[in-house]
C-alpha cells in the first residue's frame, strides 16, 4: 500500500481539437484538477507526453507547460514512456510523494495528434518501435497489433468476429460518456467487414488517436483526508519491462511485462482478482485487450478473448473494462491516455461516473502499456 | 547524421550477420552483444542461412512516411533456422499463397529511399523459398 491519494482530476473531451494547442489543452485538464482539489499550487509537475517533438515541433514541456500554467519555478518534467507515459508519469509522482521530497505533486498528460494527418502521424506513432530492426522494414503499431492478432488467431483457433465484443462493450459505453471521442454504438456483425487498417485489424478494431489532457493531483494519505471528501488511495503502483520489439520475445503471445506489473501492484495494494471492480486497459487493439486479460490473470492463456464474447467486461459483468470508452471509442490520446484510465477509474470509486457508473465499485485497476507491452504500468486505487 | 545510421548496419542488413552466445550458444539477431536467453556476453560474430519460415504476416495500408509509395505491402515475421525471429517484408510472392509455416529465404531489396537527400536503403526482405533442383 502506497501512502499517497489523489485528491484532484480533471480532463478535456478527447477529439480533434483543431481550435486548441498543445499548451492550452494540458491548462484546461490542469484548471479542473487543481479546482478539484481546491488548490492552487503544487511542488511539482510530471508531463506526460509521446509526440509532441515529432508532431508538434515542441519539447521541453516540464518548463512551458508549468510556465503556462501560472505555476513557474515549480520543478517540472516529461515523461516519456511511449502510449504508457500517462501512467509512468503517475509512477513519479508517487514515488515522488511517498519518500516525501515532494507534498503534492501534478501529474497531466497531454497530446496533440492532429497538428499533422496521415504518413507523418503513421510515422511519429512508430517511434514507439525499434527503429533500426522493426520501423526501417515499414513496421507501424498497427502491423505489431495484426501480426499477434494473426499469430493469436492461428494458435487458438479463433476467428476475427471472436474479437468483436471488445469493440462492441468499449463503443457502448462510450456512447454514454459526453467526453469520448466516438458515441456511436457498433454492431458486431459489421466489425469483421470493416476498412483494413493492418490486415486483420480493421478501423472497427484499432483505437483512434485524437487531441486530448487529462490531470491528476496527489498528495500523501493522511494530509487527503482533510482536504477532500473523497480521497482516492493509490493502493499499488508499478511498472515493468519487456523487449522493445515483439520479434525477441520467446512467447510472443504473453505480454510478461503487464503480468508482472499487475502482479506487483496488486500484491502492493494486498487485492487479489476477486477484489477488483473496475479494469481500464490498455485495448489499443481488440488483441490487446485479450491479451491484457490473460497476462493480468482474468483469463487462462488463450481465453481472454472469451470474456468478451460471454460479455462478462460489461459494466455489469464480472470485470467491468472500458467503461468510459476506453481507447477504442473514449479515442487514445497517446502519452496522455494512462492519466485518462486514472481519471475514469478514481470517478467510479468516487461514484460520480455518472450514466457510465459501475455499481458499488470500490477497488479499481489501470493498466497501460507501452506500444505490444515493452512498458507496462499498472495502478490499482481502492476508495 | 542518416547515411551513418544506416552504414553501421550494413552487415545486419545485407547479410544477416549476429551473434552467437559463448556460454550456452544461443544465436541472436539482432545481435544485441548480451545473450536473451542467459544474460551472458554474446559477441561472437554469426552469419545467419536466411532460411526460415513464417511465424506471423500482415498487410499495411496505412503506411508510414517514406513508405506510402508501396502500400499495401506485407510484412512478416520469420522464424529463422536457427531460433530467432526477425521482421521483415515479404516479396515475390502472391497474397493468396502466404500462410503461417510458409518456407522463405532472404533476399537483398530496396527497402525505401530516406531523408531529404533521397538515400536509397537496402536491406533483407523474404520471399517463397525455391525449391532445390
Ligand atoms: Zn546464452
Known sequence: MTNVSIIGLGQTDVKEHWQTSLRHLAWYAIEAALDNAHINKVDGIFVANMLAGPLSGQQHLGALIADFSGLRGVEAVTVEAADASGGAALRQAVMAVQSGLMETALVVGVEKMTDLVGSPVTSALALALDADYETVHGMTPAAVGALLMRRYMYEYGVQVADFAGFSVNAHANGAVNPLAMFRNKLRADRFASAPLVADPVTLFDAAPTGDGAAAVIVTNYERAQDMVPQPIRIAGSAIATDTLAIHDRKEMLWLAAAQKSAARAMAAAGVSHDDIDVLELHDAFTVLAALSLEAIGFAERGEGWKLARDGEIGRNGRIPISTFGGLKARGNPGGATGVYQIVEVARQLRGEAGDNQVSGATIGMAQCLGSAGATAVTHVLSK | ?133
Open chain 2, 1 to 133: 547524421m542518416e547515411v551513418s545510421r544506416h552504414w553501421r548496419l550494413n552487415e545486419q542488413r545485407y547479410a544477416l550477420i549476429g551473434e552467437t552466445c559463448d556460454s550456452c550458444g544461443t544465436k541472436l539477431f539482432p545481435p544485441r552483444d548480451v545473450c536473451l536467453e542467459c544474460e551472458a556476453p554474446a559477441k561472437e560474430l554469426y552469419t545467419f542461412t536466411g532460411v526460415g519460415e513464417i511465424y506471423s504476416y500482415t498487410t499495411v495500408y496505412e503506411a508510414p512516411a517514406g513508405f506510402a509509395e508501396y502500400a499495401p505491402y506485407t510484412v512478416a515475421l520469420v522464424k529463422l533456422e536457427e531460433g530467432p525471429v526477425v521482421t521483415a517484408q515479404l516479396t515475390d510472392v502472391a497474397k493468396a499463397d502466404l500462410h503461417i509455416g510458409m518456407k522463405v529465404e532472404m533476399v537483398t531489396r530496396k527497402l525505401r529511399t530516406d531523408g531529404s537527400e533521397g538515400m536509397i536503403i537496402y536491406g533483407y526482405k523474404f520471399r517463397p523459398q525455391l525449391e532445390m533442383a
